[in-house]
């Protein structure tokens, strides 16, 4: 892929230059600019980038009223143009096997990178749909910092907008979180006092690992020199800090070596040869209640549930296409955010993977649910997403000729990319206007067809699906598998929780009557 056409520059000096951190000063004629190498995770998923199969977030907000235009394009000013990333581009390295570098892009223009469209009649969600299609196969210049917007002016009653960002600059839920930074809590608020009154991201990935030994290396993949020194004294001077230290290197070893070791997933309708158009669909709004209402039914999480539906979704939709899932099982990466809350300057790609088996061949919801929530709760102790971190921080890292065999990893080892975002729940405003709806899709990995975002907002969640129209030219079938699903899961909750109340009103009734006599009881001992 032509990442870096001839730009016509004029020849680069290098004035300053600094190996620790990548950061040099070059002048392109006249003009001075900073430089730094894109970091060995971000470099990552720009080499896997690839006409077939894009590595760039899409998100998505819809409104009941218009947007004006001014009002939104000053909010992206405060909010996204705070971070220099968003308006700088990258450049070619020197020499061409080296990482390439971002650098301030001299020409950068906002109106740009906010484009206004208008949707064909009748303006509906399958229109919209087949926009987000159309650009999910439009790659970025490359001339250009690495980001657009699109306010569409004429969706429904009010309008849409939405935002892509490629997966060099930062992941999933640095988009999200810059999303929720142009939103408010309150409507008709002034630019001026807009931060004030900013949503906040506070909920990481829901199988995120706590603060526990295995996910505390996150914190210390990136040591200094001088830190090493007093890693290294604290090791030899303290037996249980170099106990503490080991366990940690053979848990991350034990769990890269089960990853390499895993066998490849099944074929399906959803593996193949990519092509470069895509497919977009997503789901009515499921109120949330209704999904805690099943979990609480059958000792499951949010998350338990709405992966279960997916799974009993995926499974109809193969039968539907010709092939049997008997026993048969597929795997999802799930991507695991192991960043702070708080979004740093250089924004990035902070998350790893862990890779969860989906039982596509257990018809039966329930016993689905329980197998999932059991594989959900051993991914929950597991090291696999700090050490699919290191893997790609690897593919950043080594020469691109072996790049390839980094990323077949990834394209042998699962089906689909799935994540499931909690997004704050109260009603949120951009430029005044209500948002309506919000959602995202992530790019598949490597030669992966098929994606599922799941994102709950405002007390909703929404299903969305993102494929290879060559391999899933219908994902509003999986939409609609899903849907069934999940009705017929609240359907067997409801006639859960019947039967436990036929026998426990009986119970019920007898304690009360016992309750009843013990206090005229004890209210006749007190007359005594």
Same mark, same amino acid.
């Given at each position: ?20 951190? /990548? ?9 001075? +600019? ?24 899409? /998100?998505?907000?819809? =409104?009941?009223? !218009? ?30 096997? +080296? ?8 020409? =950068?223009?906002? #109106? ?9 009649? !009748? ?21 250009? !910092? ?33 999303? %929720? ?77 089960? %990853? ?32 805690? &209402? ?24 193969? #039968? ?36 969860? $088996? ?46 390839? +065999? ?19 729940? %109260?009603?949120? &405003? ?20 098929? /994606?599922?975002?799941?994102? $709950?907002?405002? /007390? ?46 009986? +119970? ?21």
């Amino acid at each position: 892929m032509e990442r870096f056409p001839e730009q016509g520059r004029a020849p680069l000096r290098i004035n300053y230059w600094n190996s620790s951190c /990548g950061l040099a000063l070059v002048a392109e004629g006249d003009i001075v +600019m900073k430089r730094k190498k894109i970091s060995y995770p971000d470099n990552a998923w720009l080499r896997l980038d690839d006409p077939n199969n894009l590595m760039v977030i899409t /998100g998505l907000m819809t =409104f009941d009223e !218009p947007l004006d235009y001014e009002r939104l394009k000053a909010i992206i000013e405060q909010s996204f143009l705070r971070f220099t990333r968003f308006r700088q581009r990258l450049v070619p390295p020197e020499p061409p096997f +080296m990482r390439p570098y971002w650098e301030d892009d001299p020409n =950068f223009d906002l #109106e740009a990178h906010l484009e206004r469209l208008k949707l064909p009649s !009748p303006a509906d969600q399958e229109t919209l749909q087949n926009l987000i299609s159309g650009l999910m196969s439009k790659g970025f210049d490359y001339t250009r !910092p690495l980001w657009q917007f699109y306010l569409v002016e004429n969706y429904g009653n009010g309008g849409a907008l939405i935002a892509r960002l490629h997966h060099s600059i930062g992941d999933g839920i640095s988009l999200l979180q810059l999303l %929720l930074s142009m939103t408010t809590t309150v409507p008709n608020i002034s630019i001026n006092d807009h931060f004030e009154n900013t949503a906040q991201y506070a909920n990481q990935s829901p199988t995120a690992p706590g603060k526990t030994l295995k996910s505390s290396v996150l914190n210390e993949v990136k040591w200094s020199s001088q830190s090493l020194w007093e890693e290294g004294k604290k090791i030899i001077c303290d037996p249980s800090h170099a106990r503490y230290r080991t366990l940690q290197v053979i848990d991350l070893a034990a769990s890269a070596s089960r %990853l390499a070791l895993r066998l490849p997933d099944p074929p399906t309708v959803f593996k193949g040869s990519l092509g470069i158009e895509k497919c977009v669909a997503w789901s009515e709004p499921i109120e949330l209640a209704d999904v805690k &209402y099943i979990g609480k039914t059958f000792n499951s999480t949010v998350n338990d549930v709405l992966i279960s539906a997916v799974s009993g979704a995926l499974g109809h939709y193969t #039968e539907n296409r010709g092939e049997t899932t008997k026993g048969v099982s597929i795997h999802s990466f799930i991507p695991i955010n192991l960043r702070p809350v708080k979004l740093d300057e250089e924004l990035g790609n902070k998350f790893g993977m862990v890779i969860l $088996s989906l039982p596509i061949g257990i018809d039966d919801p329930v016993r689905r649910l329980r197998r999932v929530k059991h594989n959900m709760d051993e991914l929950k102790s597991s090291s696999e997403a700090i050490a699919t971190f290191g893997i790609i921080n690897l593919l950043g890292a080594v020469p691109p000729r072996f790049e390839e +065999m980094l990323a077949d990893f990834f394209d042998t080892k699962g089906t689909l990319i799935m994540t499931n975002v909690p997004g704050p729940q %109260l009603q949120l &405003y951009l430029a005044g206007a209500p948002i309506n709806t919000l959602m995202a899709w992530v790019p598949q990995t490597g030669r992966i067809a098929f /994606g599922v975002s799941i994102v $709950s907002y405002n /007390g909703k969640v929404w299903l969305s699906v993102a494929s290879d129209k060559g391999l899933v030219p219908d994902p509003e079938t999986v939409i609609t598998y899903f849907n069934d699903e999940f009705r017929e899961m609240k359907l067997l909750a409801q006639e859960t929780q019947a039967e436990r109340q036929k026998y426990l009103k009986p +119970m019920l009734s007898k304690l009360d009557e016992a309750i009843q006599t013990l206090d005229e009881l004890l209210a006749e001992e007190n007359k005594g």
